[in-house]
């Protein structure tokens, strides 16, 4: 039996994707080559990466608006250091919203490049709610926000409006719900939650908002030049990439980015209200700010945790160890992990409260 795999990190992908790079791994579109091998200056992977950049722009409704479609290398790790280095102006500063692990780490990198505003932050409540009321410097070069935080449970559910660019890391939530996308002027996402393989990211940019820092960029940091080459300016992540456009294929195929949002909520609904009925658990996030890719939960009583563990692993459950940041549990649901596997998690839960219930009735 395959596993139910709530991994938050490199996570399930679709069982046919699985299926398609294995094959294309001995053999890539019947050319007795293996993906793994091919050049990526090959007319075979040209047209795949001509392909995956079109189709991101079509599922993100952005065709014909001004964006271009990047994959590069680095993770969004690179992208906290690419994002100042070509949109910060020299004397400038930027804007941004701290919270969590990966927002904060972002905001380390900027501020190698000038003055960096945090406008707010929920890091004195272990980052379990996203803040509000805040204000965003209307001279600064770009507002930066973080959609999604796989660590701590918590989605932006909307986002300010305001005049300058709005650059948005949603690595683990992009292609996961509907949104007028035309408000991020750029958006990043590392592909290993629901786009792909590990080693490749995601870079949509609105091509006007380049050029005006002022700064001299390394070019294999900038993004014109990556525009200029078409993603191919250093070797991509061949592989990486092809499993993404296979991803992408999937999802156009089950109606797009609207189709698999009503799945998300209905995974993300089943689990929530079990741990908002259960007696013995609770969730970590404030509920307004709940993410319905990443629900962090823990056990009122740890004393439990022993059995609770036994059993979710007895029943193919694999990767909801919770962070050491907020302990317990952390269920991640991204786009591929069926609605039958969050209920493989809730009977569980449920199987946990009819034991400690019959311990307690023995003890009594």
Known sequence: MKKHNYSAGPCILPQE??????QAIL???NSDLSILEISHRSKDFVAVMDEVRALVLELLGLEGKGYQALFLQGGASLEFLMVPQNLMKVDGK?????TGTWANNAIKE???FGETVVVASSKEQNYNHIPTEYAIPADASYFHC????????TQMKSFP???IPVVCDMSSDIFSRTLDFSQFDLIYAGAQKNMGAAGTTLVVVKEEILGKSGRTIPSIL????HIKAESMYNTPAVFAVYTCLLTLQWLKNQGGIAAIE????AKAHLLYSEIDRNPLFKGTAVTADRSNMNATFLLHDEAHAPIFDKMWKEAGISGIAGHRSVGGYRASMYNALPLESVQVLVDVMVALEEVVSKQNEITV
């Open 94 to 98: 930027a804007a941004y919203l701290d």
């Open 222 to 225: 900038d993004y014109e030049k």
């Open 262 to 265: 009503k799945v998300n909520e």
């Open 161 to 163: 409006k305001t005049n």
């Open 27 to 29: 053999n890539f579109n």
């Open 17 to 22: 994707v699985f299926e398609k790079s294995a």
């Open 146 to 153: 973080t959609s999604n935080n796989t660590i701590f449970g």
């Open 110 to 112: 900027a501020k190698l």
